[in-house]
C-alpha cells in the first residue's frame, strides 16, 4: 500500500488565509523532507524536518515521528503559493526518497 | 553554487524509438537518483547510485531502461523502444551523505 498518504488532496484558499496540510506515513522515517511543485515545475525544498517544529517564512512544520505524521502549516497564503505541496520521507539514512501523492493548492484573490 | 541540471528539457517520441536524458548533479554530491514522475502523481524510483555503483535498480523497467554513472559525477538515463506508458517526467536529484535532496527541473516525456 501507500508508504506516505497525504490530505487533503486538493485545497482552495481565499488569499490571506491559512492552511494545514498533512502527512502521515506508515513506516518508520528517519528523514522527512516537504517539497514546493509549480505547475509543470521541478520540486523545489521547503523544509527538512524529521522531528519536532521548524520555522521558515510563512511555512511551520511539525514532526511527530512515534505518530508517523507530519503537517505544514501555510499562514496567511498568496496566489503565489498556489502548486502542489509533497512530502517524502527517508524510511534509512542516506537511501531513497518515497513520495506522497502531493496536495494540490490553489489560492484565488 | 550551480545546482542540478538536466537535459533536455522536453521530448516526444512515437512508440519504439529511443531517448537518452542527461542529469549533472551539484559538484560533490555523492549519490545520484532518477525519478520518474507520472501526470498528478509523486516521483518514484527507479534508480539510485551512490559513486558510480548502484544501490537501487530494483524498480527499473530492465528490459527497456538502464542508466550508468560511470565516473560518479554525470549520469545518463536512457530508454529503448519507448511506450506510451512511459510518458512522465523524469527527473534527476542529488544527495551529498543523506542530507536534504535537491531536484533538477526534470525532463518531460511524451511518447505518441
Known amino acids: 500500500g501507500q508508504q506516505v498518504q497525504q490530505s487533503p488532496a486538493s485545497l482552495v484558499l481565499q488569499e490571506g488565509e491559512n492552511a494545514e496540510l498533512q502527512c502521515n506515513f506508515s513506516?518508520?522515517?528517519?528523514?522527512l523532507q516537504w517539497f514546493y511543485q509549480s505547475p509543470g515545475g521541478s520540486l523545489v525544498s521547503l523544509l527538512s524536518?524529521?522531528?519536532g517544529t521548524k520555522h521558515t517564512g510563512r511555512l511551520t512544520s511539525t514532526t511527530v515521528t512515534k505518530e508517523r505524521r507530519s503537517s505544514l502549516h501555510i499562514s496567511s497564503s498568496q496566489t503565489t503559493d498556489s502548486g502542489t505541496y509533497l512530502c517524502?520521507?527517508?524510511?534509512?539514512?542516506?537511501?531513497?526518497?518515497?513520495f506522497g501523492t502531493g496536495t494540490k493548492l490553489q489560492v484565488v484573490p | 553554487e550551480a545546482g542540478v541540471t538536466q537535459s533536455p528539457r522536453y521530448a516526444v517520441l512515437q512508440e519504439g524509438q529511443a531517448v537518452s536524458f542527461w542529469c549533472d548533479p551539484i559538484?560533490?554530491?555523492?549519490?545520484l537518483y532518477w525519478y520518474q514522475q507520472p501526470r498528478d502523481q509523486g516521483p518514484q524510483l527507479l534508480v539510485y547510485?551512490?559513486?558510480?555503483?548502484?544501490?537501487?535498480n530494483s524498480q527499473l523497467p530492465s528490459d527497456r531502461f538502464s542508466a550508468v554513472r560511470p565516473k560518479g559525477t554525470n549520469s545518463t538515463l536512457k530508454i529503448q523502444s519507448a511506450k506510451q506508458g512511459d510518458t512522465a517526467t523524469y527527473l534527476c536529484?542529488?544527495?551529498?551523505?543523506?542530507?536534504?535532496?535537491?531536484f533538477g527541473p526534470g525532463t518531460r516525456l511524451t511518447v505518441l
Open positions: 536529484a542529488s544527495r551529498d551523505r543523506g542530507r536534504e535532496q535537491y
Open positions: 513506516s518508520t522515517a528517519t528523514q
Open positions: 524536518n524529521p522531528s
Open positions: 517524502a520521507i527517508d524510511r534509512n539514512s542516506g537511501t531513497y526518497q518515497r
Open positions: 559538484s560533490g554530491h555523492d549519490t
Open positions: 547510485f551512490r559513486d558510480e555503483a548502484v544501490i537501487d
